[in-house]
T-cell receptor
Framework: NAGVTQTPKFRVLKTGQSMTLLCAQD?????MYWYRQDPGMGLRLIHY???????AKGEVPDGYNVSRLKKQNFLLGLESAAPSQTSVYFC????????????FGPGTRLTVL | SQKIEQNSEALNIQEGKTATLTCNYT??????LQWYRQDPGRGPVFLLL?????KEKRKERLKVTFDTTLKQSLFHITASQPADSATYLC??????????FGTGTSLTVIP
């Protein structure tokens, strides 16, 4: 089992370009999350999904969109990248209550020039 | 607004000593609190979960306490080893399945 995988691992964009980050899980988990991690800010929740076909906003959703068309995949899109979106992005999954243990992917390091 | 604070950004201790990390929160009433370990360039890894009705939880050399009156959790690593060097994060779940993380404490265990 691969667990939680993220594609790509690294990416450099120019301001205004768009891209999609893919999170895939083979754990059959219902809940999936996208976080960004910046120095001194910790992990901040961007969007999350409690099941296939559902999405919801987290703490810092502006500038991002998400889709959960299949249970195993959670996509994070940047329509028009900005330098402020330079960060490390982590995907996580949980099976849901009552344990809510989060399993994280290895991260995607994104630089926007 | 909701806030989670972890003690000093960096903590250095001698091998064999006990490391104690602090997580304080405000404006939350979490049902439970989690601790994660994060190594450089990797995603966080779950370590322990403690519920609001539990005062203490142990797992091997790890111990977590949870004081809902003080709104504080303490994370202890006993008989620390250089391999314990990492960043440790605490996390709370808000109602609605959203998780909030502290900024983390970087622990260095000196041989």
């Amino acid at each position: 089992n691969a667990g939680v995988t993220q594609t790509p691992k690294f990416r450099v964009l120019k301001t205004g370009q768009s891209m999609t980050l893919l999170c895939a899980q083979d754990m059959n988990h219902e809940y999936m999350y996208w976080y960004r991690q910046d120095p001194g800010m910790g992990l901040r929740l961007i969007h999350y999904s409690v099941g296939e076909g559902t999405t919801a906003k987290g703490e810092v959703p502006d500038g991002y969109n998400v889709s959960r068309l299949k249970k195993q995949n959670f996509l994070l899109g940047l329509e028009s990248a900005a330098p402020s979106q330079t960060s490390v992005y982590f995907c996580a999954t949980t099976s849901g209550p009552p344990t809510d243990t989060q399993y994280f992917g290895p991260g995607t390091r994104l630089t926007v020039l | 607004s909701q806030k989670i604070e972890q003690n000093s950004e960096a903590l250095n201790i001698q091998e064999g000593k006990t490391a104690t990390l602090t997580c304080n929160y405000t404006n939350y009433s979490p049902a439970y609190l989690q601790w994660y370990r994060q190594d450089p360039g990797r995603g966080p890894v779950f370590l322990l979960l403690i519920r609001e009705n539990e005062k203490e939880k142990r797992k091997e050399r790890l111990k977590v306490t949870f004081d809902t009156t003080l709104k504080q959790s303490l994370f202890h690593i006993t008989a620390s080893q250089p391999a314990d060097s990492a960043t440790y994060l605490c996390a709370l779940e808000n109602t609605g399945n959203q998780f909030y993380f502290g900024t983390g404490t970087s622990l260095t265990v000196i041989p």
